[in-house]
């Protein structure tokens, strides 16, 4: 007997797809703005800050959505140590999404930068004015986002996995289709 | 090998194709693949190649001091830009005096940048920060040239000294640089911070009410009467003399800079600051900056600012010169390394005269 596969809820199968989009291409913006003083550099920064701003919006949405509907069991023939895998990459994946635009918001403003996001609307300072603070927050921010794609690519590897290898329903219950 | 498991090797050998795709794209966008690309790391590695590592300092105009005051506009800036600022009234400036070069205990009476950097705070919260020197052209155009400069003026470990071969070399592929030099060794040396003319040293675009961009340079122009320094004397000053000058000023007065902008007129060189605009350019005063506080640096109000060019209130853009998202990056970097090292009073605020501060 086939088991019924569950999908998650509609919205947040939306929400994740987005995400993942607009996730990765931040990685790449952020990485690729740091290491150049080209022209490009300019623009992928005043691209950096609102997309930020925009991520953390969606992470708080995607967690509501996340914490109200129902969630698909993984499973049960899933190896235990797998299950547990899978539960602490997701907790790694919402964490970071909430941590990296807080640590980027907050170290802005130990740099004393003005959080501009576009013409002459800013956000206010997240924290105070810090030099020592604005250090530890310029690494971590480099840090953590080494982790978040380290932690996407396991996850996509498993996502993977699922789909082609042992063809659970694990990856189907993701995709934004019925 | 049966065909069930050369198909799960198949799809096993995709996952990892995929992953290493995604890895080999962001090693690609980090940089980790393209050793020649110009970082602002690599700029500021190239600094302390050239001075030295002074934990806790600026890589670059290490030696300074911290100023406040205000900036009054006339309101004839209006005609140029829609910043906030232009608009008649004043806003609060904090700002910071410092000599060129990356040593904090390097006498003053060298022949070196004189600068000014200022952050203005508009009512509105945006902010306009300028670091501008007492040249009015710059001397390199791009952020590469500027790198190799460090490198090649940077101390031969044998004599202490820049080796001239290698300085000379540099000149002849840059000859862009001499026009620098020259005005180095040619122009008066002002005698005070009180009395020097700072320059943008870029060209930024400046946007009106109606949308319009013009390209503009600016410079601040003292009330203060120029006097040169005898520059065959500079290395029997006082260490900290320009410091200790600046401090006795603002004691006894407030100091006085009119803000000029320059339009640029079609043809002028808008991305190259090694060019200088025609000296018949009109200028227009917008206003003036008032410095009346001095205190030193590693209290005062300017340690942590960067005095970021690319900070820019709505109705100032950047213009196209390399330079300038170079300028950003490095002053960033600096922030980082700097900010995360313990602090050491520099010369100039170990100076009883400079401590005291001004009022």
Redesign the interface.
Known sequence: MKPVVAQFPLALRLVHWLMAALV?AM??IG??M??????M??WLIDLHKPLGILILCLAALRACLRLTGRTPPLPDDLPIWQKAAAHASHLVLYALMFALPLVGWTMLSA????I?LF??F?LPPLGP????L???L??AHTLLALLL?VTI?AH??AA??HA??RRDGVFRSMVPWR | MNRITST?LL??A??GI??LA??A??AF???WLSPD????AD?VDSLQIHDGVHPGFRRAHAKGLCIEGTFLANGKGTALSKAQLFTPGDVPVIGRFSTGGGQPYAPDGRLVFHAIALSLTQA????WRMALDDTPIFLVAT?LAFRDFQLATAPDPATGKPDPVRTADFLVHHPETRAFMDWIRDAPLPSSFANGTYYSINAFRFIDAAGETRHVRWSLVPETPFEALDKSTLANLPPDFLFEDVVQRLRQSPLRWHMMLTVAQPGDPVDDATKPWPADRPQVDVGTLTINRASAEENGPC????F?P??L??GIS?S?D?L???R???Y?VS???????PVDPSAASKNPEIRRGAP
């Open positions: 990765i990685l790449f990485i690729g740091v290491s150049t003083v080209s022209e550099r300019t740099g004393g930068y003005p501009a013409g002459t800013h004015v810090d030099p020592m604005f250090a530890i310029r690494r794609f690519l996509l590897g993977l996995f082609w290898i | 799960v799809r096993l995709l996952i995929i992953i995604f890895t794209g962001f966008a980090a940089g690309r110009l970082g602002p700029i509105n919260g945006e902010k952020p340690r942590n600012i960067t970021d690319l900070i209130p709505s950047p196209d390399p300038l998202p170079a950003s990056g490095v960033a922030l980082t390394r700097r900010d995360g090292e």
